[in-house]
């Protein structure tokens, strides 16, 4: 498959890119800064400079038209509350229309456990702006005609990979703990591979179960 990893510089997508292109696929890594392009290119992504907050639709479904996937890892890193909802929700939503109009067919989310309408975080808080684009963004997801995954891992850690994960599900206690990004990678990349997924959120922390395994538990 080729494959568009928008926010390709991101720690994740880092991790990501090189088990994609060791499974056989062919990787773009979009990243809004050309100084990312040799880290990108080092995971055997091809680095494509685009900045997608600022494009339009027209713009994205150039970028996107030939792709069979799209990974979206972007993010406004914490930054202003404008620019939270600006990429987390509207240039995120825009992809997704994009995808829709370059005949993408599937598109993995990367977004965090806990993410819906029920996500609690009242509005005056900080986190509120995130939580919220999130939300709207995983929402208009759901509501396409992609294929679709929302990946959901829990609180990020720069711990080494261990390949063993926990997942929440129908009547399941597994509330929100911390997950590797390393191991978040892994996911995503399984998910890649996994196109009877389609239409399932993946929300997990690290524990004790292979990934395959954990995942598998998730098919309807």
Known sequence: MRIAIIG????????????????GHDVDGIIRNPDHAEE???????????????????????????????????????????????????????????????????????????????????????????????????????????????VAPSTLTLDAATGHIEVAGPGSDVTAGEVSRADVARVVAAVVERQDLAGVTVAFNNGPVPIVEALDTLRG
């Not at 390709?8 to 499974?23: D, I, N, S, Y």
């Not at 494509?48 to 799209?70: I, R």
């Not at 975080?121 to 929402?139: C, I, L, N, R, S």
Request: charged fraction near 20%.
């Open 40 to 150: 990108v290119g080092a995971t055997g992504a091809l680095p494509v400079v685009a900045d997608v907050e600022a494009l339009d639709a027209d713009a994205l479904t150039d970028l996107l038209a030939g792709h069979d996937l799209v990974v979206w890892s972007a993010g406004a890193g914490g930054g202003s509350a404008e620019r939270t909802w600006a990429v987390d929700r509207d240039a995120a939503i825009r992809s997704m229309d994009a995808a829709v109009r370059a005949g993408v067919g599937r598109y993995v989310m990367v977004s965090y456990f806990g993410a819906g309408p029920d996500h609690g975080v009242p509005e005056g808080h900080a986190f509120y702006p995130y939580a919220q684009a999130k939300t709207e963004a995983d929402e208009h997801l759901r509501s396409s005609t992609l294929d679709w995954v929302v």
């Open 8 to 23: 390709g510089h991101g720690k994740v997508a880092l991790e990501l890119g090189p088990l994609l292109r060791q499974a």
